[in-house]
């Protein structure tokens, strides 16, 4: 389909993007290596310090590097994913945690050119009072939704600026077809 100068172009049906931070592979890594240093610490000692201390040490290990890693490895990207009923939001590889927000539930998008995790107390999805809720995996652009309850919902994702034109064409009412 050709358009003119000046023509709109049509919205795609299903309007997709993400946000990655690499630094939370390097986080995950340290996860890893806790974990590592759990089971070689249970297969490798002598028990002869008790078995209690060294159960504490590998558990305490294990349990460490497990959070650490899931707790990063949910956090290494966010997809957004927006159709013509619903905003949808993704992280990680499993892609929880998910929220699902109809359109009919937003009142507005803005672009945000500076989201940065220090304002909002750390990478990962983060709740401020003062500021709403967020899904925020790197420093940089990202979508502010304005919801109809009041409240906001923050996304950081590349062609954040994209992402608002498409979610506010959607929430313009549609133009009546030709009568027939």
């Not at 050709?2 to 795609?12: D, F, I, L």
């Not at 990202?142 to 950081?156: C, Y």
Request: charged residues 20%; hydrophobic residues 45%.
């Amino acid at each position: 389909m050709r358009h003119r100068r000046g023509e709109s172009t049509p919205q795609p049906d299903v309007w997709t993007g993400r946000a990655t931070n690499r630094v939370q592979w390097f986080l995950a890594l340290i996860g890893a290596a806790c974990m590592a240093l759990g089971i070689a610490l249970a297969v490798e000692s002598a028990w002869e310090s008790g078995v209690a201390p060294l159960a504490m040490a590998v558990v305490g290990c294990i349990a460490a590097g497990l959070l650490v890693l899931f707790g990063t490895l949910a956090f290494v990207h966010v997809a957004l994913r927006v159709d013509e009923e619903c905003l949808e939001v993704r992280c990680g590889h499993i892609g929880l945690p998910r929220r699902r927000i109809p359109l009919s539930h937003v009142a507005g998008a803005e672009f945000a050119p500076h989201v940065t995790p220090r304002h909002w107390g750390g990478w990962g999805y983060r709740w401020r009072p003062e500021k709403g809720t967020a899904v925020v995996v790197r420093r940089g652009e990202g979508v502010v939704l304005r919801l109809w309850d009041g409240h906001t919902f923050t996304i950081t994702v590349d062609d954040a600026e994209v992402a608002v034109q498409v979610i506010k064409d959607r929430l313009r009412p549609k133009a009546p077809g030709p009568a027939h």
